[in-house]
């Protein structure tokens, strides 16, 4: 089992940078594959990136793979999403999650996931 605990998000400008953090618990955390999936109000769950347990293999959805960035630190047990020229739509609660490996990568479903962190808020202003 693993713990996900998100941080980094806010209220930021057209055209500015965020990044986000998710910190795992636990010492399986790298057999997971992980993922980042964010939900706006009205919308469903969406996928966002994955990356594989080495960190050597991401994936990204269209609408954000060339301003969006996903890693992680096996070490330190954190995943990150790096998130430039953000704009409005990216407004949502941005959520990690951890799948098992047997799921396939990438996974991009949120119901394949098994852990879930609470999500943190991100505000794009135009």
């Known amino acids: 089992q693993v713990q996900l605990v998100e941080s980094g998000g806010g209220l930021v400008q057209a055209g500015d940078s965020q990044r986000l953090s998710c910190a795992a618990s636990?010492?399986?955390?790298?057999?997971?594959?992980m993922g980042w999936f964010r939900q706006a109000p009205g919308k469903e769950r969406e996928f966002v990136a994955a990356?594989?347990?080495?960190?050597?293999?991401?994936n990204a959805a269209d609408s954000v793979k060339d301003r969006f960035t996903i890693s992680r630190d096996n070490a330190k047990n954190t995943v990150s999403l790096q998130m430039n020229s953000l704009k409005p739509e990216d407004s949502a609660v941005y959520y990690c999650?951890?799948?098992?490996?047997?799921?396939?990568?990438?996974?991009?479903?949120?119901?394949?996931?098994?852990?879930w962190g609470q999500g943190t808020q991100v505000t794009v202003s135009s």
């Open positions: 999650a951890a799948v098992y490996p047997y799921a396939g990568f990438p996974a991009t479903r949120w119901d394949q996931y098994n852990y």
């Open positions: 636990g010492r399986t955390f790298s057999s997971y594959n």
């Open positions: 990356i594989n347990r080495s960190g050597g293999t991401t």
